[in-house]
């Protein structure tokens, strides 16, 4: 065994007898970040239960969403007050459920049910986020995966394949501090897929702007406006946006957002009118209440940022520490995520490793349709969670995991 195998062997050993019990995983707020919207768990509080029109928010109806919400994000998405519905909960259960009511009904400007179009495709640049890939997973929807180049779009696939196979419907996308690199769309990639000549009429753009108001620097850029540039290039019908307040207030008890074309958010209605009589307005008053406008929430975001920035700063002096010349990883400037890149073939042996000492990473291939890594490279890691000594101690641990894993794999 070479001097450097032993000495990460017995780092090795020295961290298995820590009995670590660390968490990368899920790309989740910390209990910190929670507190600053602490005001939602009283609010809007005794007797104020109505907007500003006089309606009485405790009743049925106002399936669009209260209107002062939708307000604040047209502001936040750049999307037309009329065209952004404000819904329930989670921004992932209105994208399964798009998909679910195309595939039986279609969308519009289909010839029938997506569940009826032969070889019926999603594109997926990865690495992406692992939820999208679950949905298209359980629903039957076969993924081709679009690997991207350094960093950015394969736009000269892209456009191949959505030419080339009618059978193609959607593509994932996440326009601002991708899940998990970080990187976001240029008005040219954006006009490119807005632009593009598809074989499927009726393609769509799953636009999932989750991190649009995530920033990790001053740089705080605007939105692009994806349904203005659709509109310009003739199809306002390509895109369907979705966001939410999961990581702006509490995850699971925020509000989810849909923008679209008139068009599209015509037909959205038509098929959620027939699952309810309206959303969760008391929440969103409260929200309107916290937030007040889209200012209050860029605050809110500068507060988040305060708590996080220090996470990302951590991570990202450890890889630079110890894995400079092995690995590669991504330097966000917004989101949630790092994406690190080990050599070739590691990835599952670092992560296994990893879990050997009590640290859990999210599963190497997660990042990738079906699970699926062709080159066991990448490694998604979520900063913001743990605390700062944890979040240190953990990166280390998987540092090491890491050097030891290519270290076996260069002495076979
Ligand atoms: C890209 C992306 N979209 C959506 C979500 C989840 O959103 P929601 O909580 O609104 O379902 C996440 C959470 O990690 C995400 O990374």
Redesign the pocket.
């Known amino acids: 065994m070479s001097e450097i195998s032993t000495a990460l062997e017995s780092q090795y050993a020295e961290l298995r007898a820590k009995n670590l019990s660390l968490d990368l995983t899920?790309?989740?707020p910390s209990p910190a970040q929670l507190d600053l919207s602490h005001a939602l768990l009283t609010l809007p509080g005794e007797g104020d239960y109505r907007d500003a029109a006089g309606t009485d928010l405790r009743n049925y109806g106002g399936p669009d969403g209260l209107i002062e919400l939708r307000q604040i994000f047209s502001e936040l998405l750049v999307i037309p007050v009329d065209q952004l519905l404000a819904a329930g909960?989670?921004?992932?259960?209105?994208?399964h459920d798009v998909i679910v009511t195309a595939l039986l009904h279609g969308v519009s400007g289909s010839v029938g049910p997506w569940r009826d179009a032969p070889g019926l495709s999603f594109l997926c640049p990865v690495p992406g986020?692992d939820?999208?890939f679950a949905i298209c997973e359980a629903l039957g929807i076969r993924m081709i995966p679009v690997p991207c180049v350094d960093g950015r779009l394969d736009l000269d696939t892209i456009r191949r394949l959505v030419a080339a196979d009618a059978g193609i419907r959607g593509m994932w996308a996440?326009p601002m501090y991708?899940?998990p690199t970080g990187t976001s769309f240029s008005v040219e990639e954006i006009e490119a897929l807005v632009r593009m000549p598809t074989a499927a009429p009726d393609f769509r753009l799953f636009w999932?702007n989750?991190?649009a108001v995530h920033h990790l620097t001053d740089d705080e850029p605007v939105v692009i406006d994806v349904l203005a540039a659709a509109e310009a290039a003739g199809t306002p019908d390509r895109p369907f946006v979705?966001?939410?307040?999961?990581?702006i207030t509490y995850?699971?008890a925020?509000i989810?957002f849909f923008g679209a074309s008139p068009s599209n958010i015509a037909w959205r209605k038509h098929h959620t009118a027939v699952q309810t009589i309206g959303p969760d307005k008391i929440n969103q008053l409260r929200h309107v209440r916290m937030l007040g406008d889209a200012e209050g929430v860029r605050r809110l975001m500068r507060a988040h940022r305060a708590i996080v920035e220090p996470r990302f700063a951590a991570v990202l002096e450890i890889l630079e520490s110890r894995l400079s010349g092995v690995a590669t990883w991504t330097t966000p400037t917004g989101?949630?995520?790092v994406s690190l890149d080990v050599p070739h073939g590691a990835a599952s042996a670092a992560v296994a490793l990893a879990g050997q000492i009590g640290v859990a990473v999210t599963p190497a291939g997660s990042s990738f349709p079906y699970g699926d890594d062709p080159d066991d490279t990448n490694i998604r890691i979520a900063p913001t969670f743990p605390s700062q000594a944890d979040l240190e101690s953990a990166i280390d641990a998987l540092c090491t995991c890491v050097l030891l894993a290519v270290e076996r794999m260069s002495a076979e």
């Open positions: 899920r790309g989740k909960n989670a921004s992932l259960a209105i994208m986020y939820r999208h996440v991708a899940n999932d989750a991190y979705f966001a939410s307040t999961s990581k995850p699971g925020g989810a989101g949630y995520f």
